[in-house]
């Protein structure tokens, strides 16, 4: 969205596909692009590519891919139909590029854009980040709900008050991407309270809006100055209940305070492994349990709900310490427990690792599954990767409903995937609609949601 505002902002023509419900074929014949973009994550970058491949026996088009993947596997430029790739942010470098295509000029030597040409791919450096987040423009949402009107309809909408998170865990991006950037320009950046409010404000006055969902990594992770200037503007001139991102330690009694005066009614903690060796030293999470425990007393006190997010199946983690982090949460309160299963990515921490541990051989980059919830793809034996995915199926209904957690050595041996697999959706569905993100819904709407339930099982 944000390319797109930024694009149209320039005057040029953009338009957007749901590839996956879309026929793209309809698109490109009557939109006739110059460029096609992808943004390329790790498992589903396999479909984009074919994708790509398929477009090319038939249209004529420019193809550029930006987004985890290439950043991280770059590589994947040489070993594909696609023409350029973006690595890091990718305003500055899609914008020149694409004022580059339309002028016909030289594309070897952009900064942040690697490109194919004469079969011989240019490599170039990355620009520095984004510093003033003021600069750009809001990000184009009529793009997206032109196209979903489920979108436009949503009471929800995700908004972005900056970028960038210092945290070091190993299993996830940013670590990597801060190496990536390093000496290149503040990781931290939040954009003002001002620009933000404006935001949320132009959007209520164009769509459907009764909750904000800030999508920042940790949204906590700004100045206190930040924090009391938003917090006292959000009051004032927004009202609206609002959802966040923070962490444990983060969240003292002054700052809970602040959250929840100006309208905070949930937010979500990672936990992620509730053993103190696989939490510090594999997953590379710097809190402690007492954290975790002072925070959510804070935020219990304060009556803002939590949605704590975990993941079960770091390499060599056993059973037991997987249940370890199932109990952490059952004795912290947590009101939303959210499990994945660990996926060693390419260019993180955890991928390597698995593999000084001994714990993952195959090839991170090219067999990625396209989710993170059904398998885990490090050597567990068969039994005990039918035990993992049984305790990420049945994770929030123990939470839930902790009396079933005495029974969880039995639960895990049963053959019963689809009845664990309805009951953790009901489950999660309750505590999202009831505790996380409490809407007042129509009867209309509360069918509607039901039958959008019950057609994605069927799928």
Not at 137 to 146: C, L, S, T
Request: with cysteine.
């Amino acid at each position: 969205m944000y390319l797109s505002a930024l694009l149209k902002q320039k005057e040029y023509q953009v338009e957007f596909c749901f590839t996956l419900k879309e026929d793209i074929h309809s698109v490109m014949r009557k939109f006739q692009p110059q460029i096609v973009a992808y943004s390329l994550t790790t498992g589903f970058h396999n479909y984009y590519i074919q994708l790509n491949d398929e477009l090319k026996k038939t249209y004529s088009f420019f193809a550029v891919a930006g987004g985890p993947h290439p950043t991280f596997y770059p590589s994947v430029l040489a070993e594909s139909s696609l023409n350029a790739i973006c690595r890091g942010e990718g305003e500055a470098g899609f914008l020149e590029l694409v004022e580059a295509i339309d002028k016909q000029s030289d594309l070897r030597f952009i900064r942040n854009i690697d490109v194919k040409f004469e079969n011989r791919v240019y490599t170039n450096k990355l620009r520095p980040l984004l510093d003033n987040l003021d600069q750009l423009p809001f990000p184009d949402r009529e793009a997206i709900y032109r196209k979903n009107r489920d979108f436009y309809r949503l009471k929800i909408k995700c908004f972005m008050s900056g970028r960038g998170c210092p945290y070091k865990c190993s299993y996830c991006f940013n670590r990597e991407y801060n190496r990536l950037y390093k000496g290149n320009g503040k990781i931290v950046r939040k954009r003002s309270p001002g620009n933000v409010i404006a935001e949320i404000k132009d959007v209520m006055d164009k769509y459907p809006l009764e909750i904000v969902r800030f999508m920042d990594d940790t949204f906590l992770v700004s100045s206190r100055h930040w924090l009391v200037e938003f917090t006292q503007l959000y009051s004032r001139e927004i009202g609206l209940p609002y959802v966040c991102m923070g962490r444990y330690e983060l969240c003292d009694q002054e700052t809970v305070i602040l959250l929840k005066d100006s309208g905070c009614i949930s937010i979500y903690n990672a936990i992620e492994a509730g053993n103190e060796h696989i939490r510090t030293q594999i997953a590379c999470r710097s809190q402690t349990k007492d954290q975790i425990f002072t925070g959510s007393r804070h935020l219990h006190n304060a009556g803002i709900k939590i949605c704590a997010e975990n993941i079960v199946g770091f390499p060599t983690e056993t059973i037991d310490q997987m249940f370890e982090t199932v109990k952490l949460n059952i004795d912290a309160r947590i009101d939303c427990a959210v499990a994945s299963i660990l996926n060693p990515y390419p260019g993180t921490e955890i991928a390597r690792l698995s593999a000084e541990h001994g714990c993952f051989e195959d090839d991170a980059y090219k067999n990625a599954p396209t989710s993170f919830f059904d398998s885990s793809p490090l050597n567990y034996t068969e039994k005990e990767k039918k035990h993992i995915l049984r305790i990420r199926l049945l994770f929030n209904v123990f939470v839930a409903l902790p009396v079933l957690y005495r029974l969880r050595y039995v639960l895990i041996r049963l053959p019963l995937n689809k009845i664990y697999f309805l009951l953790s959706e009901f489950t999660h569905l309750y505590a999202m609609r009831f505790k996380i993100f409490p809407i007042q819904l129509s009867f209309a709407d509360t069918i509607q949601n039901f039958m959008l339930f019950l057609k994605r099982n069927r799928e």
